[in-house]
């Protein structure tokens, strides 16, 4: 066999195994959300499909997983546009203005991001009971902008020093001041990085759980993943069907903007990491 093959067929197998391992656990979620008996890979029952896990989720008010769903969308969604609005002032404040050990800023920012949640959550309970914003949004969005916002500063300012300082100093000569010359002309020439960054942002705080699960306390402000995990303490067992109809409900959102826009998102990141 010639090496060419020998690579094509590594290809091929390789390609085969990713998407097994990617969509394996999509499809064993599908099925067992579609019987009404979810232990019947056991040999304990027989497959039978239904959309009652579908319906108990969408219609039994005491589960709230509508609530859930709304609450994850509405926080991470503020979450994300103030991180990308802050980050995008950053990047360009550290890109555009002369300072001292750029780099070094950068490194500590990212540092920063390094810490684990788990030796943060104590301070961020004491915190927001002092506060009074257990078990509300902005009890979350701070946490999560303060969480997300250094990795964004990062990808926005490996965006940002790929854009030419010619078109900055072009706009200030035409009469445009820093603000107008960001606004005008930097943000539009960097708006697939904002997407990019934006759309991790959106998915980074949509599945973050350690945060959800000790700041909040019930359906007004708890997130779709600590809701579904506690299904199975409200039901006293482990209702597999409905978990995973949840789980498929909650995911295809996100999949689905993932494959709208992927190709900016592609674009937006890998721009930022080619030299000029």
Request: some cysteine; aromatic content about 12%.
């Given at each position: 066999?010639?090496?060419?093959?020998?690579k094509?067929?590594?290809?091929?197998?390789?390609?085969?195994f990713?998407?097994?391992?990617?969509?394996?656990?999509?499809?064993?979620?599908?099925?067992?959300?579609?019987?009404?008996?979810?232990?019947?890979?056991?040999?304990?029952?027989?497959?039978?499909?239904?959309?009652?896990?579908?319906?108990?989720?969408?219609?039994?008010?005491?589960?709230?997983?509508?609530?859930?769903?709304?609450?994850?969308m509405?926080?991470?969604?503020?979450?994300?546009?103030?991180?990308?609005?802050i980050?995008?002032?950053?990047?360009?404040?550290?890109?555009?203005?002369?300072?001292?050990?750029?780099?070094?800023?950068?490194i500590?920012?990212?540092?920063?991001?390094?810490?684990?949640?788990?030796s943060?959550?104590?301070?961020?309970?004491?915190?927001?009971?002092?506060?009074?914003?257990?078990?509300?949004?902005?009890g979350l969005?701070?946490p999560?902008?303060?969480?997300a916002?250094?990795?964004?500063?990062?990808?926005?300012?490996?965006?940002?020093?790929?854009?030419?300082?010619?078109?900055?100093?072009?706009?200030?000569?035409?009469?445009?001041?820093?603000?107008?010359?960001?606004?005008k002309?930097?943000?539009?020439?960097?708006?697939?990085?904002?997407?990019?960054?934006?759309?991790?942002?959106?998915?980074?705080?949509?599945?973050?759980?350690?945060?959800?699960l000790?700041?909040?306390?019930?359906?007004?402000?708890?997130?779709?993943?600590?809701g579904?995990?506690?299904?199975?303490?409200?039901h006293?067992?482990?209702?597999?069907?409905?978990?995973?109809?949840?789980?498929?409900?909650t995911?295809?959102?996100?999949?689905?903007?993932?494959?709208?826009?992927?190709?900016?998102?592609?674009?937006?990141?890998?721009?930022?990491?080619i030299?000029?």
């Open positions: 066999m010639s090496e060419e093959k020998i094509a067929a590594l290809v091929f197998l390789t390609a085969v990713a998407i097994v391992f990617c969509l394996g656990p999509f499809i064993y979620m599908t099925v067992v959300s579609l019987s009404s008996e979810p232990d019947f890979l056991s040999g304990q029952g027989s497959f039978a499909a239904s959309l009652d896990n579908y319906r108990i989720i969408l219609t039994v008010e005491s589960l709230h997983f509508l609530d859930f769903l709304r609450n994850s509405v926080i991470s969604l503020v979450t994300a546009f103030v991180t990308v609005f980050a995008g002032l950053a990047a360009y404040a550290v890109t555009r203005i002369p300072l001292r050990g750029k780099s070094i800023i950068l500590v920012v990212v540092a920063i991001s390094m810490f684990p949640q788990i943060l959550v104590s301070y961020l309970f004491r915190l927001m009971t002092s506060l009074g914003w257990l078990n509300t949004y902005q969005i701070l999560y902008i303060a969480w916002l250094p990795l964004s500063v990062w990808i926005l300012a490996s965006y940002f020093s790929q854009i030419p300082v010619d078109l900055d100093n072009a706009a200030r000569v035409d009469g445009c001041t820093r603000w107008q010359a960001l606004h002309i930097i943000l539009p020439v960097a708006a697939p990085g904002l997407f990019s960054t934006l759309i991790l942002v959106f998915i980074f705080c949509f599945n973050e759980f350690l945060f959800a000790m700041l909040t306390s019930d359906h007004q402000a708890r997130t779709i993943p600590v579904i995990a506690l299904f199975q303490g409200m006293g067992e482990i209702p597999w069907g409905t978990i995973m109809a949840a789980s498929i409900v995911t295809m959102p996100i999949v689905i903007i993932t494959i709208i826009f992927q190709r900016r998102i592609i674009t937006g990141l890998t721009h930022g990491a030299k000029g």
